[in-house]
C-alpha cells in the first residue's frame, strides 16, 4: 500500500543533481560558448517533448537535462544552428521520444544524437574537454554511484580494462584524454535505461567500453579522444541487450544444470 | 539429524524497507489471547468456489466443526474458526461462498476429529481436507490453497518473516516443540520432495527428532528473504507439473496439535503493527477474527486505513484473513484534490509507468533472479521469459518490494498474477 520514492521522475532528479560536478567544472571552462550550446539543446529537447505532450499525451522528463547536457558538451563543435538542432533533434525523437519518453528508450538520445552529428558532418572538430571535466566526471560517478544510480560492476569492469590500457602504455591518464574517456562515461555509458541490466552484462559492458577505448586509442590514430570514446560508448550502448541476453542465457543453463 | 544449508553469497542480498514499529511485536511475552465476538469466514479462493453448506443460519457449531464443504471435492471442508452461533451465510445463487458470519457462543465447545493410526501422505492429506487445514498450503504457481489429489514437488516451512512489522514466528512456537515435530512428520509424508524449513539466519528451531528430510535454510533479516518466494526461487522452482507448496510455521504447529489431540488449535498469533497503533503488540485470535473489535482503544486518535498484511504488501481488511499473521494500522492519508486534467490524462496515458533500474531494485529480489528481465517480461506479457525466469515461483507478496521500490503503476504485483493466470489458460490448468 505504501510506496517508495523511486519513480522515474525521482531517479531524473537524482540523476541530473548528480550531473552538477560535471556540468559546473565544464561550464566554468566554456563560460558564455558552454552556456549557448546548454541552452540551445534545453530549448531543443524540451521543445520535442512539448510536442509529444500536446500530440501523444507523453509526458515530459527531468531526464531530458541530462539529455540537453550531453549533447551541448560532447557534440562537435563549429556546427551550425541549422545542424546542430537537426541533429539534437534527431537524438531526442529518433533515440527516446518515439520510443515512448524516458525510461522506455534503448539508445541514449544523446548518444544517437551526437552519433548523428559526428557521421553526419565528419569534417566537424570534436570538442576538447578541460582537465576539471574529469574530476567533474569523477564526482558525477561517485554521486550516482551512492545514490544506487550507477552500476559499480559496470564502472568496475571499465575501470580494469582502462588500468590493463594504462599499464599497456597507452595514454589514458593523459589530461587531454581522461576527461574525454571519463564525461561520455558519466553522461552516457553508465545510464541506467539504456545500460544492461544483469549484472553479468553490466561486467561485461563496463569491459567492453574500456576495451573499445583502449582498442581505439592503440589503433585509430586520426580520431581525437573524444572521438575515440563516444564511439567506444556508442558500441558498448548498442551491445548492451547483447550482453544481457547472453548473461540471461548463462543463468538458465545454470539453472537447468541445477534443477533440471 | 536435519540437513542445514546456509544460501550462498548471492542470495544474501535484500533490503530493510521502512519498518512500521515491530520492534514489541517480537517476543511472545506480552501475547494475550482475545476472542473477538463476532467472526467471518470467507471463500478461500479468488474466483469459483461452490460449495455445499453443513450447517444453516441459527445453528449453534463447535470450534473446528465443519459448516461447509466443496462440491468439488467433498473431503475439503471450512471449520467454524470458534464455538458460535451463524449468524448469516452469504452466497450467490451458483452455491459460490462468499462469506459466512459466526457470533460466538463459549458453551458451545471444541469438535474432536478422528485420528487414523496408520498415517501415510494421502490418509494426512485427507485428515487435513476434512478439517479445514488444506487451506494453510498455499501452492504456487497461482498462489491459491492447495486443493484436490496433488502432491507438491516440495514444501517450504516458513519460520521467518522480513516483512515491515512483522513478528517473529519462530518466538511464537517456542514452547509447540513436539507439535512441530509431528506437524513436520507429516509433511514429509505430503511430498516425495525435499521439506525445507526457512529460519532466521543462527535460530533454533525446536524440533526435536524431526527426520532428516527437512532441511534448514538460514535466511538473513532483509526482505524479501523472510518470504517463501526467493527461496522457492532458489531451491525448488515451481511449476505446472512441479507444484511447490509453502506454510506458516505456526501453521505446522497446528497440524501436530491435530495429529496429536485431534482438536484445531482455537487461535493463531497476528502481529497489529503500524504508525497507527500506540503501540504494536502480538495477540492470539481466531481465524477470521474482526479487526475493529481487536483494535478498539489501541489506536492512536485519526482517521486510520486498516490493512491484512504489512504496510507494503496489505489490503484493506475488515477481518483477520485465513494465514495472515499480520494487521497494519496506517494513518489515512487526507482526502487529495482532484489532479489538473492535463496531469490527470498524462497520468492515465503513459501507463504502464516505465520503470528504472536501481541498485535497491537489483536486491528486491534476494539476488536469486535478474530483476529487471523479469520485470520487463511481465510488463510486456512475455509469458515465456517470465516463465523461464522463475515467474511461476513468485505470488504477488514477493513482488510487493518491487512495487514499493519503483512505486510501479499498474502494480507489477498484478501483472504478475495476469501472467500467472494466462499461463495456467495455456498450460490447460486454469
Known amino acids: 500500500m505504501i510506496r517508495g520514492l523511486w519513480s522515474r521522475e525521482t531517479v531524473a532528479l537524482v540523476l541530473v543533481l548528480a550531473m552538477a560536478p560535471l556540468a559546473a567544472t565544464w561550464l566554468m571552462a566554456m563560460r558564455g560558448d558552454g552556456l549557448l550550446r546548454l541552452l540551445s539543446a534545453l530549448a531543443v529537447v524540451y521543445g520535442w517533448q512539448l510536442i509529444f505532450l500536446m500530440i501523444r499525451a507523453q509526458p ?97 569492469g571499465a575501470a580494469i580494462a582502462l588500468t590493463f590500457a594504462a599499464l599497456a602504455g597507452l595514454p589514458v591518464l593523459d589530461p587531454f584524454v581522461a576527461p574525454a574517456i571519463l564525461a561520455p562515461m558519466a553522461l552516457l555509458v553508465c545510464d541506467p535505461v539504456t545500460s544492461a541490466s544483469t549484472q553479468s552484462g553490466r561486467w561485461g559492458q563496463g569491459l567492453l567500453y574500456g576495451g573499445l577505448v583502449a582498442l581505439f586509442l592503440g589503433a585509430w590514430t586520426s580520431a581525437s579522444a573524444l572521438q575515440v570514446a563516444l564511439s567506444a560508448a556508442l558500441l558498448a550502448n548498442l551491445a548492451a541487450p547483447l550482453l544481457d541476453e547472453l548473461a540471461l542465457l548463462a543463468w538458465r543453463s545454470r539453472r537447468r544444470r541445477h534443477h533440471g | 539429524m536435519a540437513s542445514e544449508e546456509a544460501i550462498g553469497p548471492r542470495a544474501q542480498e535484500g533490503l530493510r524497507p521502512m519498518g512500521t514499529g515491530p520492534a514489541g511485536a517480537g517476543g511472545s511475552a506480552h501475547t494475550e489471547t482475545r476472542i473477538t465476538a463476532e467472526a467471518s469466514i470467507r471463500s478461500p479462493f479468488r474466483g469459483d468456489f461452490r460449495v455445499e453448506l453443513l450447517v444453516a443460519p441459527g445453528d449453534v457449531v463447535a470450534q473446528g466443526q465443519p459448516v ?26 451458483g452455491q459460490r461462498l462468499k462469506s459466512m458470519l459466526f457470533y ?132 525448488a522452482p515451481a511449476s505446472f507439473d512441479r507444484p511447490v507448496w509453502d506454510i506458516h510455521i505456526e501453521a505446522v504447529a497446528d497440524i501436530g496439535a491435530l495429529i ?41 486518535p485519526g482517521n486510520h486505513l486498516v490493512l491484512g498484511g504489512s504496510a507494503i504488501d496489505g489490503a484493506p481488511a475488515r477481518w483477520v484473513r485465513w494465514g495472515s499473521h499480520q494487521v497494519t494500522v496506517l494513518m489515512a492519508p487526507p482526502p487529495e484534490k482532484p489532479p489538473h486534467w492535463l496531469r490527470a490524462a498524462l497520468s492515465r496515458t503513459a501507463r504502464p509507468l516505465p520503470v528504472i533500474p536501481t541498485a535497491g531494485l537489483d536486491r528486491a529480489l534476494g539476488g536469486v533472479v535478474p530483476v529487471m528481465p523479469l520485470i520487463r517480461a511481465i510488463s510486456a506479457g512475455d509469458t515465456e521469459t517470465a516463465t523461464a525466469l522463475g515467474a511461476l515461483s ?14 510501479a503503476e499498474p502494480r507489477i504485483a498484478r501483472q504478475l498474477r495476469a501472467l500467472i493466470d494466462r499461463a495456467a489458460v495455456e498450460e490447460g490448468v486454469a
Not at chain 2, 513468485?394 to 512505486?407: N, P, Q, R, W
Request: neutral net charge.
Open chain 1, 60 to 156: 515530459p522528463s527531468l531526464a531530458g537535462i541530462v539529455t540537453a547536457l550531453a549533447i551541448a558538451m560532447l557534440a562537435p563543435t563549429g556546427l551550425g544552428p541549422v545542424a546542430f538542432v537537426l541533429g539534437a533533434s534527431f537524438g531526442v525523437v529518433i533515440g527516446e521520444l518515439v520510443f515512448g519518453g524516458w525510461g522506455r528508450n534503448i539508445l541514449h538520445p544523446a548518444t544517437v544524437a551526437v552519433a548523428f552529428l559526428g557521421f553526419g558532418y565528419p569534417a566537424a572538430p570534436w570538442p576538447d574537454l578541460a582537465i576539471p571535466a574529469a574530476w567533474g566526471a569523477l564526482g558525477t560517478l561517485v554521486v550516482a554511484l551512492a545514490f544506487g544510480l550507477y552500476s559499480m560492476r559496470l564502472i568496475g
Open chain 2, 394 to 407: 513468485l505470488v504477488e507478496e514477493d513482488l510487493a518490494l518491487v512495487d514499493y521500490l519503483t512505486g
Open chain 2, 104 to 235: 460466538h457462543e463459549p458453551g458451545a465447545g471444541r469438535h474432536v476429529f478422528d485420528v487414523p493410526d496408520a498415517m501415510d501422505g494421502p490418509v494426512i492429506w485427507r485428515l487435513l481436507a476434512n478439517t479445514g487445514l488444506w487451506r494453510a498450503f498455499r501452492q504456487r504457481p497461482g498462489a491459491s490453497p492447495a486443493f484436490g489429489d496433488i502432491r507438491p514437488a516440495a514444501i517450504l516451512v516458513m519460520a521467518h518473516d522480513t516483512r515491515p512489522g512483522a513478528g517473529r514466528p519462530l518466538d511464537w512456537v517456542r514452547s509447540r516443540g513436539a507439535e512441530i515435530e509431528a506437524g513436520l512428520e507429516a509433511l514429509t509424508r505430503l511430498t516425495d520432495g525435499p521439506v525445507l524449513m526457512v529460519r532466521p539466519r543462527g535460530a533454533e528451531v525446536d524440533q526435536r527428532h524431526a527426520t532428516g528430510r527437512v532441511t534448514l535454510i538460514d535466511a538473513p533479516d532483509v526482505h524479501p528473504l523472510g518470504l517463501a518466494g526467493p527461496h522457492v526461487l532458489r531451491h
Open chain 2, 68 to 93: 461447509l464443504r466443496a462440491t468439488k471435492a467433498h473431503a475439503f471442508t471450512i471449520t467454524a474458526p470458534m464455538p458460535a452461533k451463524v449468524a448469516s451465510i452469504d452466497m450467490d445463487r
Open chain 2, 260 to 300: 496429536r489431540t485431534g482438536m484445531i488449535p482455537a487461535t493463531k498469533t497476528v502481529a497489529l503493527t503500524g504508525p497507527g497503533m500506540r503501540t504494536p503488540l502480538l495477540q492470539r485470535v481466531q481465524a477470521g477474527a474482526d479487526v475493529r473489535e481487536l483494535l478498539l482503544g489501541k489506536v492512536v
